[in-house]
């Protein structure tokens, strides 16, 4: 094969080179080759870069995986190769692997002063492309431009049978492959091939051939879709290729998506094992209503389920929101209790749920939301169940629910049935649930965000975030359980978060639920009682409330970041104050998204405990869910009834959250999501 | 390289260095890093090691004062002195590092205490004839040796 390794003919190598969209300089690779060094010992920096400039490399060197991953990040396609340590004071340097891995794709050799069996695994399982013990030598290092021909010519196989792009080019590819050094085959590969950045290459990348750039680079809009459509697959069921039509992105090969897909299910791994004690416990009693939902990865289906669980809504409010959607319906009533398990489900969902957020989409499509609005039973969660049900509207909220959790979300809406969860909260106003579905689509979301949020809370925020219980006041005013502010304090709030869900009441079953998701997971009820007052006066504010649920499924990126723009429920409450219609909802998701990371509050909710029976459901929505944070803010909301001014509640929230929610970015460090906060 | 330029007297000296086990073949590849674009490679190499290890060597005294001792963090520290140890061919400095890290596993205090009073000799001592041999080494660079390309 290459017989010279950058120098002199190189016709294998040039034909790497030459890849760049013609015939290039072949002579030069691998020199120029951009390394990156990462390691926190100076002598061994100082030795290594001196090292690769004698291989005639272009070295960057960097003590720390920080500025690596800054650097990295900043400058995506200016580096071909990192090298790291594997034992870093700030960092792990598998942490370090993974990322790279998952965000740039790069190869990544791993370096040691350790050459124990064990390690060197590790590396490898972390996808490692190699292993190199301390003390480096300089041979060891002129090699390693093998990698990164290696990883270019699998992508170009990937696009080849992708068959996105060149077709004839590409058959000769293959056989080229072979050939590497093959003069002939060489036109073939430069033409065709055009390897980007081989080395350096630089205007390579742009992939002036036909082929399209071998390399994939996972932006965080694509990561955010590969997510959402994992989770609306399941992610047991994902496979590549399914998950390549749902994302429908153009030029996109399957193999891309297969190695992406296990890089993600690595990460997940890891976040699993942190929330898995979590999602644990909702997972218990979820399962009733869970089932449709699935695990509750997405968050929204969380929520339904706290919702439906928690929330005694009022039989008929319950019932009707039930049988819209979820189907499990008023069963939710009694489960209640969930709730609080919700959360937790929602904080495992919380990872899926980040990566979900583009999975709103599918709640959206499916389900309307059933907003059980008045349901004031403590269903937090389930409420929003509920909700979706009656929510067929919803549906389009249920999206953005489900964008959050993607699963969750997407539970919501197509859960109609799960509904019961907590959705009730349409369900009862149905009407006008409709509208609200937006707004309830994201309390779902919410909730399904706040899972994603909660995840990082761990506090199954769900529950709380079910707020989005949005026991619409029948008037479709999915009055989101305003509750969700419950999460704010869940105690006192619970009901006054709802305001709108006082709504529910009136509306239908006005469920405290919001409270109750607040309470989420805990005791918010007790203030329920407070807020059924206020809510049924409120039943309109309902409406509002479920446009803070909506956070909108656009904010699917957002929600499970960090704070599950989820905070819809926050902003339910906060529409409440202005219009506590829809028209204020929205303001309200958007703050409520916020919030609702404040929602996280949830852990405020578990004071409310009580506030299980929150008959009002408020479909705390988005609040909720991050409701853990949010018991605060439910102090706040109790003020929603009187038109709390959103910008009031929101910050109220929004500090909360903040406090709580620290939304896991940093897992991935993606920038749309911070996936590493999911474990929370 | 330099070597051949060396005067007999610095040769030996330098070749009684490996003998005694002070520092291996990895050193040989730093001197052979060295060239025309970078001749003070070596130099820089060594004073960042000195450094490097100086500070360690004082941070790993400090977490050998506390107790209990925390070994996990001692495994850190001495790693990553293996690590530089290792990429500067400090061969005896490098072996009491693993020994020590041994110790550390074990969680056998009183060896992990005596191997680094071990290491920090061996480190003095190499040190100083490191320097020695440098000091020499630039003297027969000044006096000596026209054909010195620098």
Redesign the interface.
């Given at each position: 094969m290459n017989p010279s390794i950058g120098k002199g003919s190189m016709s294998t190598a040039s034909s790497s080179v030459a890849w760049k969209a013609g015939d290039v300089v072949p002579d030069q690779f691998p020199a120029g080759l951009r390394v990156l060094v990462v390691?926190?010992?100076?002598?061994?920096l100082?030795?290594?870069e001196?090292?690769l400039r004698?291989c005639l490399y272009e070295v960057t060197k960097c003590n720390r995986a920080e500025i690596a991953l800054s650097l990295l990040r900043e400058n995506k396609n200016g580096f071909d190769i990192v090298i790291s340590?594997v034992?870093m004071?700030d960092m792990d340097g598998f942490k370090l692997l993974e990322h790279i891995g998952l965000e740039m794709d790069l190869p990544v050799i791993m370096m040691?002063?350790?050459d124990g069996k064990n390690v060197v695994m590790k590396g490898v399982t972390h996808g490692a492309c190699d292993y190199l013990i301390?003390?480096?030598?300089?041979e060891a290092l002129k090699n390693i431009w093998q990698h990164v021909v290696r990883k270019r010519k699998n992508e170009w196989k990937d696009v080849e049978q992708s068959g996105s792009v060149e077709d004839g080019d590409r058959q000769q590819k293959p056989s080229e492959d072979v050939d590497y050094s093959s003069s002939a085959n060489e036109g073939n590969w430069k033409s065709s091939k055009k390897r980007k950045d081989e080395e350096e290459d630089a205007e390579e990348r742009d992939d002036t051939s036909t082929l399209k750039k071998p390399r994939v680079v996972w932006s965080v809009e694509l990561h955010q879709q590969f997510v959402a459509a994992v989770n609306q697959l399941g992610i047991d069921k994902a496979v590549p290729k399914k998950i390549l039509e749902l994302m429908n992105v153009p030029g996109l090969t399957r193999e891309n998506v297969a190695s992406h897909l296990q890089k993600y299910r690595l990460y997940l791994r890891r976040l699993s094992g942190v929330s898995q004690h979590q999602s644990g416990l909702n997972n218990s009693f979820m399962s009733p209503q869970e089932a449709p939902f699935g695990p509750m990865s997405s968050l929204s289906g969380l929520d339904l389920q706290s919702l439906g669980v928690s929330c005694q809504l009022p039989a008929q409010s319950l019932a009707t929101l039930q049988a819209a959607g979820l189907g499990r319906s008023t069963s939710k009533s009694g489960i209640q209790m969930p709730l609080v398990d919700q959360r937790n489900l929602f904080s495992f969902e919380n990872p899926k749920l980040r990566f979900g957020e583009g999975q709103q989409q599918h709640l959206s499509n499916s389900k309307p939301i059933n907003l059980l609005h008045g349901i004031p039973t403590t269903m937090e969660p389930k409420q929003l169940a509920t909700l979706h049900q009656s929510a067929q509207s919803l549906g389009s909220l249920n999206m953005q629910v489900n964008a959050h959790g993607g699963q969750s979300s997407s539970l919501l809406m197509q859960m109609a049935q799960p509904q019961s969860r907590g959705q009730i909260l349409n369900e009862s106003t149905g009407s006008h649930v409709p509208r609200h579905p937006s707004s309830i689509g994201q309390p779902i979301m919410s909730n399904g965000i706040a899972g994603g949020v909660i995840g990082r809370n761990g506090i199954s925020d769900n529950g709380r975030g079910t707020g989005y219980n949005q026991v619409p006041p029948t008037s479709s005013m999915l009055s989101f359980p305003m509750n969700h502010t419950t999460e704010l304090t869940g105690n006192s709030f619970p009901l006054g978060s709802t305001p709108g869900i006082s709504n529910v009441t009136s509306k239908g079953a006005f469920h405290e639920e919001v409270s109750s998701e607040m309470k989420g997971s805990t005791g918010l009820l007790p203030s329920y009682d407070i807020f059924n007052d206020l809510h049924q006066h409120k039943s309109q504010d309902w409406e509002l409330q479920n446009v803070g649920l909506h956070f909108d499924a656009s904010q699917n990126a957002n929600p499970i970041q960090g704070n599950l723009e989820v905070s819809p429920s926050v902003l339910v409450h906060q529409g409440y104050s202005s219009s506590q219609r829809s028209g204020q909802n929205r303001n309200a998701s958007s703050l409520g998204r916020g919030m609702f990371s404040g929602v996280d509050s949830t852990e405020q909710r578990n004071t409310q405990s009580g506030g299980q029976h929150l008959n009002n459901l408020l479909i705390d929505n988005s609040v909720r869910v991050k409701a853990e944070r949010i018991p605060d803010a439910s102090s706040q909301t109790t003020l929603f009834p009187e038109h709390f001014g959103q910008e009031d509640l929101m910050s109220a929230l929004l500090k909360q959250q903040q406090g709580g929610i620290g939304p896991a970015e940093t897992e991935f460090d993606f920038d749309g999501y911070s996936m590493d906060n999911i474990p929370v | 390289m330099e070597r051949n330029h060396l005067p007999r007297h610095l040769v030996l000296q330098r070749q009684s260095l490996f003998d005694q086990g002070l520092l291996d073949e990895?050193f040989i590849?730093?001197e052979e890093?060295q060239d025309d674009a970078?001749p003070n490679?070596v130099e820089?190499?060594v004073t960042?090691?000195y450094?490097?290890t100086s500070t360690l060597i004082v941070i790993i005294e400090q977490a050998l004062g506390t107790s209990p001792l925390d070994f996990n963090k001692l495994d850190?520290y001495m790693?990553?002195l293996?690590?530089?140890s290792?990429?500067?061919?400090a061969k005896k400095v490098k072996a009491d590092c693993t020994l020590f890290r041994e110790y550390c596993k074990a969680g056998n205090v009183e060896g992990c205490m005596r191997t680094f009073q071990q290491l920090k000799k061996e480190y003095a001592s190499l040190k100083r004839k490191l320097e020695a041999y440098f000091q020499l080494a630039r003297q027969a660079r000044v006096t000596g040796t026209a054909s010195r390309p620098k």
């Amino acid at each position: 094969m290459n017989p010279s390794i950058g120098k002199g003919s190189m016709s294998t190598a040039s034909s790497s080179v030459a890849w760049k969209a013609g015939d290039v300089v072949p002579d030069q690779f691998p020199a120029g080759l951009r390394v990156l060094v990462v390691d926190d010992d100076p002598t061994c920096l100082v030795i290594l870069e001196k090292m690769l400039r004698t291989c005639l490399y272009e070295v960057t060197k960097c003590n720390r995986a920080e500025i690596a991953l800054s650097l990295l990040r900043e400058n995506k396609n200016g580096f071909d190769i990192v090298i790291s340590d594997v034992h870093m004071p700030d960092m792990d340097g598998f942490k370090l692997l993974e990322h790279i891995g998952l965000e740039m794709d790069l190869p990544v050799i791993m370096m040691s002063a350790d050459d124990g069996k064990n390690v060197v695994m590790k590396g490898v399982t972390h996808g490692a492309c190699d292993y190199l013990i301390k003390p480096v030598r300089i041979e060891a290092l002129k090699n390693i431009w093998q990698h990164v021909v290696r990883k270019r010519k699998n992508e170009w196989k990937d696009v080849e049978q992708s068959g996105s792009v060149e077709d004839g080019d590409r058959q000769q590819k293959p056989s080229e492959d072979v050939d590497y050094s093959s003069s002939a085959n060489e036109g073939n590969w430069k033409s065709s091939k055009k390897r980007k950045d081989e080395e350096e290459d630089a205007e390579e990348r742009d992939d002036t051939s036909t082929l399209k750039k071998p390399r994939v680079v996972w932006s965080v809009e694509l990561h955010q879709q590969f997510v959402a459509a994992v989770n609306q697959l399941g992610i047991d069921k994902a496979v590549p290729k399914k998950i390549l039509e749902l994302m429908n992105v153009p030029g996109l090969t399957r193999e891309n998506v297969a190695s992406h897909l296990q890089k993600y299910r690595l990460y997940l791994r890891r976040l699993s094992g942190v929330s898995q004690h979590q999602s644990g416990l909702n997972n218990s009693f979820m399962s009733p209503q869970e089932a449709p939902f699935g695990p509750m990865s997405s968050l929204s289906g969380l929520d339904l389920q706290s919702l439906g669980v928690s929330c005694q809504l009022p039989a008929q409010s319950l019932a009707t929101l039930q049988a819209a959607g979820l189907g499990r319906s008023t069963s939710k009533s009694g489960i209640q209790m969930p709730l609080v398990d919700q959360r937790n489900l929602f904080s495992f969902e919380n990872p899926k749920l980040r990566f979900g957020e583009g999975q709103q989409q599918h709640l959206s499509n499916s389900k309307p939301i059933n907003l059980l609005h008045g349901i004031p039973t403590t269903m937090e969660p389930k409420q929003l169940a509920t909700l979706h049900q009656s929510a067929q509207s919803l549906g389009s909220l249920n999206m953005q629910v489900n964008a959050h959790g993607g699963q969750s979300s997407s539970l919501l809406m197509q859960m109609a049935q799960p509904q019961s969860r907590g959705q009730i909260l349409n369900e009862s106003t149905g009407s006008h649930v409709p509208r609200h579905p937006s707004s309830i689509g994201q309390p779902i979301m919410s909730n399904g965000i706040a899972g994603g949020v909660i995840g990082r809370n761990g506090i199954s925020d769900n529950g709380r975030g079910t707020g989005y219980n949005q026991v619409p006041p029948t008037s479709s005013m999915l009055s989101f359980p305003m509750n969700h502010t419950t999460e704010l304090t869940g105690n006192s709030f619970p009901l006054g978060s709802t305001p709108g869900i006082s709504n529910v009441t009136s509306k239908g079953a006005f469920h405290e639920e919001v409270s109750s998701e607040m309470k989420g997971s805990t005791g918010l009820l007790p203030s329920y009682d407070i807020f059924n007052d206020l809510h049924q006066h409120k039943s309109q504010d309902w409406e509002l409330q479920n446009v803070g649920l909506h956070f909108d499924a656009s904010q699917n990126a957002n929600p499970i970041q960090g704070n599950l723009e989820v905070s819809p429920s926050v902003l339910v409450h906060q529409g409440y104050s202005s219009s506590q219609r829809s028209g204020q909802n929205r303001n309200a998701s958007s703050l409520g998204r916020g919030m609702f990371s404040g929602v996280d509050s949830t852990e405020q909710r578990n004071t409310q405990s009580g506030g299980q029976h929150l008959n009002n459901l408020l479909i705390d929505n988005s609040v909720r869910v991050k409701a853990e944070r949010i018991p605060d803010a439910s102090s706040q909301t109790t003020l929603f009834p009187e038109h709390f001014g959103q910008e009031d509640l929101m910050s109220a929230l929004l500090k909360q959250q903040q406090g709580g929610i620290g939304p896991a970015e940093t897992e991935f460090d993606f920038d749309g999501y911070s996936m590493d906060n999911i474990p929370v | 390289m330099e070597r051949n330029h060396l005067p007999r007297h610095l040769v030996l000296q330098r070749q009684s260095l490996f003998d005694q086990g002070l520092l291996d073949e990895q050193f040989i590849q730093l001197e052979e890093l060295q060239d025309d674009a970078n001749p003070n490679f070596v130099e820089e190499v060594v004073t960042s090691y000195y450094q490097n290890t100086s500070t360690l060597i004082v941070i790993i005294e400090q977490a050998l004062g506390t107790s209990p001792l925390d070994f996990n963090k001692l495994d850190g520290y001495m790693y990553q002195l293996k690590g530089s140890s290792s990429s500067f061919g400090a061969k005896k400095v490098k072996a009491d590092c693993t020994l020590f890290r041994e110790y550390c596993k074990a969680g056998n205090v009183e060896g992990c205490m005596r191997t680094f009073q071990q290491l920090k000799k061996e480190y003095a001592s190499l040190k100083r004839k490191l320097e020695a041999y440098f000091q020499l080494a630039r003297q027969a660079r000044v006096t000596g040796t026209a054909s010195r390309p620098k």
